[in-house]
């Protein structure tokens, strides 16, 4: 499947879908976020905009862009919730700032989905505190797009840094509401689910990785998901596999380490290419193959995590994403709600017996 093959082709009959966007999250500054509504708008005509931040920067930055002309509003907020900030003093203080008003506007049915560049835990805090989570669901989650050799180009993780803890109720629920997520937002028709392990027999791992095991086999016995069981860390990329289930705390180390390993390989290869004329000539015949390869695994057209569990659709941009990237992450948030996958999700989850009421739960950090 290519990157545009599930999106939603809009016509003139097409309902606008309005994404709410906080302007003032990401490391690059509002012009990048701004550069970034401009590229998904140039995608989708039917798109329209809810910006927050503020106006004073915003004003100029979106007078510049003709192609989002009459396809904004945009929402003063004062104040910045920084990376610094904890989210218990986001929840207490951030009522005035750009993410809460960006969350607010889901909230308020002015939008159909959220971005954001800024700060994870603030963002999932906010996002729970204002959206709330679905019936049965403890610990949402986090899911993002890994680079595999499937030929969607991805496979599709959670959670990688919603929760540290995850026990074996919470890791079946990231089960199925990820295989819903690759299902009703790629159109993988029956997702190969796998749970992160140390080792792929049955006898390894933590106990609640064990009584995970059991309950993801009983439940995905004859559905529209296959299970394959424990896979190993050299599954992430792989094409074994669609989505991987782990906690919060495995999952966030893994794409850290991801992301830092192809810092340093396309840094190292650069660097060989430069090191001698000879070297600079075989870069010659080596860069098609190479852009090739480096458009397959970057990581700019795969930004965006969603939060799922939650009553409404809130996609987390890379903090240090440029404008590619963030319209990478709209185009996600436009294509989610487009598919209206936050309904479908709460569909799967109540019909998977995992309704009730849930106790309050937020990360600290």
């Known amino acids: 499947m290519s990157e545009t093959a599930n999106r939603i082709s809009p016509t003139q009959d097409t309902p ?98 959220a971005v954001s560049c800024g700060n994870t835990g603030a963002l999932m805090a906010i996002s729970m505190l204002r959206l709330r989570k679905l019936p049965g669901v403890y610990r949402p989650a986090i899911a993002i797009l890994w680079p595999s050799r499937n030929a969607s180009g991805f496979n599709v993780m959670l959670d990688v840094g919603a929760d540290i803890r995850a026990d074996a109720p919470d890791l079946l629920k990231y089960a199925l509401m990820g295989a819903s997520y690759a299902r009703n937002g790629f159109g993988l028709k029956r997702p190969r689910v796998g749970l992160l392990n140390v080792g792929t027999e049955e006898h390894k791992g933590r106990p609640e990785l064990k009584e995970a095991h059991e ?42 380490t991801g992301e830092g390993t192809a810092n340093m390989i396309g840094t190292a290869m650069r660097e060989s290419f430069k090191a001698t004329l000879l070297s600079r000539l075989g870069a010659l015949f080596a860069i098609v193959p190479l852009k090739r390869f480096s458009r397959r695994i970057d990581p700019r057209r795969k930004n965006g995590g969603v939060f799922l569990g939650l009553n409404g659709t809130v996609v987390k941009s890379h903090g240090g994403a440029d404008a590619t990237g963030i319209a990478a992450a709209i185009t996600l948030a436009y294509d989610l709600a487009a598919e209206n996958f936050s309904e479908k999700l709460a569909v799967r989850v109540a019909s998977a017996g995992l309704g009730g009421d849930s106790e309050p739960h937020v990360t600290k950090s």
């Not at 309950?215 to 069981?229: M, R």
């Open 16 to 113: 606008n879908i309005v994404i709410s966007v906080d302007a003032m999250g990401g490391d690059k500054g509002c012009g990048a976020v701004v550069s970034g509504m401009a590229k998904a708008a140039q995608t989708y005509p039917n798109i329209k905009f809810i910006v927050h931040g503020d106006q004073a920067q915003l004003a100029p930055l979106l007078a510049k862009r003709k192609n989002l002309s009459g396809k904004y509003e945009v929402r003063h907020a004062a104040d910045v919730i920084t990376m610094d900030d904890k989210p218990s003093h986001a929840m207490r203080n951030g009522k005035n700032s750009s993410m809460w008003g960006t969350v607010e506007a889901v909230k308020a049915k002015d939008a159909d989905a």
């Open 215 to 256: 309950l993801i086999s009983e439940t995905f016995d004859g559905g529209d998901y296959e299970y394959v069981g424990f896979v190993e860390g050299n599954d992430i990329p792989s094409d074994t596999v669609d989505v991987i289930v782990t906690d919060g705390f495995t999952g966030n180390i893994a794409l850290k």
